[in-house]
């Protein structure tokens, strides 16, 4: 099955794949809701009708992380498009702001397999999740809310020569604030779990079966991260309540044709909260540390929760 996406000019405007993901499983499909009747006719037997009433589409894709298609998950993440500047003859840095409304930026998926091909329109990300250890390809999980599928056709998966992230391209660094955050020193960890929660919601009315609207609602970033039990470092951030700036940096090869630019994906969170202490004492193991972390807003300070999140590539536009 190819599984491909592009962003939408117009939310629930369908368009054409403009990147196909390398899906390592797929459970998106139609879910129609229908109203069973329940009058009684006389008998032990249920009602004699159930209409449609509502058309949507939901489900999951997990696949692997790569720099072409991260851009447009971005843009449907965060709710708009980047601002890209040229940084270095062909590298084109992407910048990303939290979109702050309910009708974040949308995605048309398209599928084709040997019955034929799908298109869901207005797809909208409910959660998404990033799967980091250290000797793996980096994973990505998203799911999905859409309206219901339609046939269409004309479509050939196609997959250009994108770049995947591995975990030992992660650089961990923590912080007072996120101005000291490129002088901290890297943390090595033994594996990193980043989510997004979007809380999508499904707006359906009374004059069709097609939702409305499907829209955002509380933003949400947590994750959890394990590390050796080496010292109580960690363990006194949870107990003192300190909140402390994170960065997520992917650094990749060097971009091609470019002096110093390489494929990079960046993240800075600007106040979170260390949580959940939770050690692994096995026997005949080393020792470990797992703890949790919660996104806040940074109020009195960068007044945000996402300070900066950039993609570089060789993607000119999103």
Same mark, same amino acid.
């Given at each position: 099955m190819g599984i491909g996406i592009g962003v939408e000019t117009t939310r629930g405007v369908g368009t054409a794949?403009?990147?196909?993901?390398?899906?390592?499983?797929?459970?998106f499909r139609d879910v129609p809701d229908r109203a069973l009747s329940t009058a009684g006719f006389g008998?032990?037997?249920?009602?004699?009708?159930?209409?449609?009433?509502?058309?949507?589409?939901?489900?999951?894709?997990?696949?692997?992380?790569d720099d072409q298609s991260f851009g447009a998950i971005l843009t449907a993440l965060l709710g708009q498009s980047p601002t890209t500047v040229t940084t270095d003859t062909t590298a084109y840095t992407h910048t990303?702001?939290?979109?702050?409304?309910?009708?974040?930026?949308?995605?048309?998926?398209?599928?084709?397999?040997?019955?034929?091909q799908l298109q869901f329109k207005m797809s909208m990300i409910d959660t998404f999740e990033l799967d980091i250890s250290p000797n793996s390809i980096i994973g990505a999980?998203? #799911?999905?809310?859409?309206?219901?599928? !339609?046939? %269409?056709?004309?479509?050939? /998966?196609?997959?250009?020569?994108?770049?995947?992230?591995i975990g030992r391209f992660l650089t961990f660094k923590v912080a007072d604030t996120t101005s000291s955050l490129a002088a901290a020193a890297k943390i090595n960890l033994k594996s990193l779990t980043l989510k997004i929660e979007k809380n999508a919601e499904v707006q359906a009315t009374l004059s069709t079966v097609q939702p409305e609207d499907i829209v955002n609602k509380m933003f949400n970033i947590t994750g959890d991260f394990v590390l050796n039990y080496e010292d109580r470092t960690w363990l006194n951030y949870v107990k003192n309540? #300190?909140?402390?700036?994170?960065?997520? !940096?992917? %650094?990749?090869?060097?971009? /091609?044709?470019t002096t110093t630019a390489k494929y990079q994906f960046t993240l800075d969170l600007s106040k979170c909260s260390i949580e959940s202490f939770d050690p692994s004492f096995n026997l005949d193991d080393v020792v470990t540390q797992k703890f949790t972390f919660n996104a806040l807003y940074d109020a009195g300070g960068n007044n945000n929760v996402i300070n900066s999140c950039t993609l570089v590539n060789q993607v000119a536009t999103y």
């Open positions: 794949p403009a990147y196909w993901l390398n899906a390592t499983s797929f459970s008998g032990i037997w249920g009602g004699d009708q159930s209409p449609m009433t509502l058309e949507h589409a939901a489900g999951d894709i997990d696949f692997e992380l990303y702001t939290l979109s702050n409304n309910n009708q974040h930026s949308s995605l048309t998926m398209t599928t084709t397999d040997p019955i034929g999980k998203v #799911s999905f809310m859409s309206q219901g599928s !339609d046939t %269409t056709s004309g479509n050939t /998966a196609t997959y250009g020569a994108s770049k995947k992230f309540g #300190s909140y402390k700036a994170i960065r997520i !940096d992917l %650094t990749h090869d060097d971009l /091609a044709g």
